[in-house]
Each structure stands twice: as C-alpha cells, then as structure tokens.
C-alpha cells in the first residue's frame, strides 16, 4: 500500500513545435516499426499531421487474452510530435498505464474504448485528437502548433484479473476472521487476540499466477481495519485496481507480499512497527491510521516498475507527468 494511497492516473502530456506545412489529415499514414523489449516503437507518418475530429486506428493486432468491457489493461504509450515525428517521451521502459474499459471511457474517449471494448493482448493503436484539444493542455509552443495533432501511440501489454482466483485455504486459528460480500471483505478482529508483533500473511485464496518480486509493481484490491476496534480507513474494492511499487509501501506490504502470486488472496497481519507508526510518533493531526492493521488484498497483476528518478534522464515520459489522457479520460 502506497504510504498516501490513490488511484494512480496517467497518460500524456503533450507540447508541439509545429514545421512544415502540407500533410496528412487522418492516421492513415501511421506506420509502427517494433523496437524490442522495453523499448517504444519508431514511427512514421505523413507530417505534419492534422486529424479533424479524435481519431484512433489499429496498427498492429495482439494474440493474447481477449479484453473486454468491465477489464483494466496495462498499457505502454509513447507520443510524437505531429510536425516532426520527435518523441515527446513513453512510458514503454517504465512502468505502464492502467485503462478500465468502462463506460466513462466510453463517453469521454469513445475511439479509446471502441479499440479496446473487443481487442486482444498485444494490440497496438494510434491516437490522436484536434489540434485545437492538445493546445488546450498546456502546450509551450507558438501560435502555428494549433495546426498539428500529437500521435499517441499505445500498447495494450497485459490483462489485469478481476479478483483473486485460484483454490481456497482454509484460515489459521487466531486470524481475523474474513467475510466475503459484494461490498469487499469484512475483516473481525477475534476477540482477546494479541495484537501481531510481526508481520503474518496467510492466503485465503491460492493463484497461480507470476510471483510478486522486488522493484516490480503490483496491482491489487484491498480492504485494510485498525487492530484496535475493526474498523476500515481504506478500501478500493469497488473502484479501479491499485498499483504500486514494493519499495514504496509500507513495511508489512513488502514484506508480506514479496513472493506472494498473481491470484492470491491475502490475509496480512501488520504490527505497529511495520505499518504507519504509534499514536504518539504520528501525532494528533496525522490522516494516517496509528497501530497495527489487518488488510485483506488481492493480487491482480504485476508489471516493471519505473526506474529511480536519477536514472531516467531527460528523455523518458515522467510518471508523474502524465496525468492528462487516456486514463484521465477514463475517471
């Protein structure tokens, strides 16, 4: 768990430095030249390229899982200035977006949703919206760049499972006990039961999926309750899957999820030392939950994680960065 939790967004930002003039109107003239394993693609294209309206087109099919509505896909994006063809950054050496292919994405990036509502693992496609849309995110360029659209170029590298999936274990004497509802887990504290020294995580469920492994990220579903009186402070049962590096959570999520697979559900003990800290350390004013806790979490999916922020350089698309598309478009 992040130690300040949320939905991560991300997608493009985007700046244009219009030249030329002629070009193309439509995606057409887009062509993906595959560059290897955690590299974006070279493209090519008529320039400087102007659609008319938000436009989308397949450039090359996947063969993996079928995506459907209702699933959240990993995706790789890189843009290109629709000028010149530069690269504006990518994601594709780092850590990939999260798309739901859900209604909002459908209303607010309907050629978005229309590729990936029946399309498979492996997919990639084009994007690309009115000049007029992309100056109005904060472009640094000159009056001319109104004329050119940015190309986004997405990769669709990996489904995400929807719960935990797998054989179902049967809970050690003394755990919290775990209801299941449509609403998320109900976690009970037994009654007189010491509160956990260590930390202790005990699959509910047994996936069979890929291991949970350091310096990669992992996606989840979780609920969390205080050790002392039961009660939730977090959950995003109900919303879109969480993901988040191991070395950026809180001790006991390392810890206890290190080694763990895709498709688990676990149950995971945290003492004070290995959560967010006593009452006392974080303070009356503090938002976080001080003791231990007791968080029930499914394991959805892994992916590469982005690299220290020293070792990206001044090329890459900056996580951070990227707050403003398809994925912005989709909450």
Not at 104 to 116: A, C, M, N, R, S
Not at 260 to 278: C, F, H, I, M, N
Not at 297 to 308: E, F, W, Y
């Amino acid at each position: 768990m992040r130690k300040s939790l949320k939905l991560s967004a991300a997608a493009i930002a985007l700046t244009l430095a219009l030249a030329g003039c002629g070009g193309s109107n439509d995606l057409e003239s887009v062509d993906l030249k595959d560059q290897g394993k955690d590299k974006a693609p070279s493209v090519s294209f008529d320039t400087p390229l102007s659609v008319k309206d938000e436009d989308s087109r397949v450039l090359e099919k996947g063969d993996g899982e079928d995506v459907k509505e209702g699933d959240t896909v990993l995706v790789d994006a890189a843009v290109f200035n629709g000028a010149d063809q530069k690269s504006q950054g990518d994601t594709y050496s780092g850590s990939p977006i999260t798309i739901t292919v859900n209604d909002q994405l459908k209303e607010k990036l309907p050629k978005v949703y229309d590729i990936l509502k029946d399309t498979k693992v492996g997919t990639s496609f084009a994007y690309a919206k009115k000049p007029e849309d992309n100056s109005s995110e904060g472009s640094s360029g000159g009056s001319d760049e109104k004329d050119a659209s940015a190309v986004e170029v997405y990769t669709v590298s990996k489904k995400l499972k929807k719960s935990a999936e797998g054989s179902e274990v049967p809970p050690q004497d003394g755990l919290p006990k775990v209801t299941m509802k449509d609403s998320g887990p109900e976690i009970s504290i037994p009654e007189g039961q010491e509160e956990p020294t260590s930390v202790n995580a005990q699959n509910l469920i047994d996936g069979s999926g890929d291991e949970v492994k350091d310096g990669e990220k992992v996606y989840v579903k979780y609920s969390g309750v205080t050790w002392s009186d039961g009660k939730q402070f977090d959950s995003n049962w109900t919303k879109d899957p969480t993901g988040f590096p191991l070395d950026q959570v809180i001790k006991g999520w390392g810890e206890g999820l290190k080694g763990k697979k895709v498709g688990d559900r676990v149950l995971l003990e945290v003492p004070t030392d290995k959560a967010y800290g006593s009452k006392e350390k974080l303070g009356s004013e503090s938002q976080q939950p001080a003791g231990p806790l007791v968080f029930v979490i499914d394991i959805l999916g892994t992916s590469k994680a982005d690299p220290p922020e020293d070792s990206q350089g001044g090329s890459g698309m900056q996580q951070g960065d990227a707050q403003q598309g398809a994925q912005q478009g989709a909450q």
